[in-house]
């Protein structure tokens, strides 16, 4: 026995195709040293059909070839087939950071054959996807991977696990978990969002805020408004703005009122005036048509630049109708023609209006020696005569 043991390392670099496989169902694999090795080998020479045979080989081999495997799978310059066997072949360890790394190589995945193989293996798993990863997130070097994997996931059964560790977790990855939850509708959950409101980190405040703008329909909006209007003073910018579009969901006049409130403000930079103007044209009450048309009068330029392509937007009936008149109205206030590229931006949105009482106005704008204006008023008079 010591003799036939000490003579197998030697057989076993010398064994073809054929003889492994006839070997690995006649002896056990312990007894073929770098059988995993060997299997590796022969799996990225052989045929379609000596690779099926092979699938069946690893299933009985150690964990050791998981690390290759995952390497040929994720590997896009490798060929295509042998990347599919090797997907197929880890979804038989059921091994969590082998899942995981399967389920984040489905955003970098461009052939359809591979998707097909890795959600193959999801579906089997089924909800006991979350069982093989929720341990992951225990380990400091696996954490990261295992939340990626399961928000990917978004099963219920993932909800308690990332509230867990939600606040031990890198920005990056508290945000992908707000981003992820915010979907779903639990107490815990609005919690974690506004507990979220008050994150050193910019970007996990910005999340925190875009997430409760899901909440919309399911929390007093009185309430949101209330969490969320402080944020529109955020020392980040982009915080700023996100609460301006999360309080454009909450059709209340306090929304619109704290909007306006910043926007009146003069230390209030132009490039957030913009966004939480665009922010008032979604939100779709009456106040915010009249802050819109209190901005296109003594701001500048930019800014009434801004009011009227915003207004140009309206998509409700009644209020299309009251931003033409809004519009008619500013025109015929002009003691002069304003910049051309207000006058641009003015046709344009009435040709988006497309309100007949604008038709005399535009017709005679038709004329105009500026090129840009008289395209966009012909066009305007196109469409509305095609309404």
């Known amino acids: 026995m010591g003799q036939g043991k000490a003579a197998l390392p030697d057989v076993a670099q010398k064994l073809t195709l054929q003889e492994f496989l006839r070997a690995c169902t006649t002896t056990d694999l312990r007894e073929i040293p770098q059988a995993e090795m060997l299997a590796l080998q022969f799996l990225r020479e052989g045929t379609f059909q000596e690779r099926w045979r092979l699938v069946k080989i690893f299933a009985k081999l150690s964990d050791k070839a998981i690390a290759p495997l995952l390497a040929i799978a994720e590997d896009p310059l490798a060929d295509t087939e042998l990347r599919w066997f090797a997907i197929r072949i880890l979804g038989q360890y059921r091994d969590p950071e082998a899942i995981a790394r399967l389920i984040l190589l489905i955003d970098d995945c461009s052939e359809e054959f591979l998707l097909e193989e890795i959600m193959g293996t999801l579906v089997q798993l089924e909800a006991q996807a979350v069982d093989y990863l929720v341990p992951l997130l225990k380990k400091p070097d696996t954490r990261s991977l295992a939340v990626q994997a399961l928000c990917k996931l978004r099963y219920p059964q993932m909800i308690r696990p990332l509230l867990e560790i939600i606040n031990g ?111 008032l044209g979604w939100l779709a009450i009456p106040e915010s048509l009249d802050i819109l048309e209190s901005l296109l009068y003594g701001t500048p330029p930019a800014i009434v630049q801004e009011a009227i392509k915003v207004m140009g937007r309206i998509s409700e009936p009644s209020r299309r109708h009251r931003g033409t008149s ?21 046709v344009y949105a009435l040709g988006q209006l497309a309100d007949p009482r604008a038709e005399g106005l535009l017709a005679a704008l038709s004329h105009s020696q500026d090129k840009m204006i008289q395209l966009h008023a012909i066009a305007a008079l196109k469409k509305i005569n095609r309404c």
């Not at 979220?196 to 999340?207: C, D, E, H, Q, T």
């Not at 809004?326 to 003015?346: E, Y």
Request: hydrophobic fraction near 50%.
């Open 326 to 346: 809004i519009l008619l109205q500013f025109w015929a206030s002009c003691p002069s023609p304003p910049p051309a590229s207000i006058q641009q931006a003015f």
């Open 169 to 279: 977790v890198e920005p990056l990855d508290h945000c992908l978990i707000l981003e992820t939850l915010s979907q779903f509708r639990q107490p815990e959950i609005l919690a974690a969002l506004v507990g979220a409101l008050k994150n050193p980190v910019a970007g996990v405040r910005r999340m925190a805020v875009k997430g409760l703008g899901f909440w919309a329909q399911s929390v007093d909006p009185l309430l949101l408004c209330e969490q969320v209007q402080p944020l529109l003073y955020d020392l980040d910018l982009q915080v700023c703005a996100q609460a301006g579009f999360t309080l454009s969901r909450l059709a209340i006049p306090q929304a619109a009122e704290a909007i306006a409130t910043v926007l009146a403000s003069p230390h209030t930079p132009e490039p957030l005036r913009i966004s939480l103007i665009q922010a």
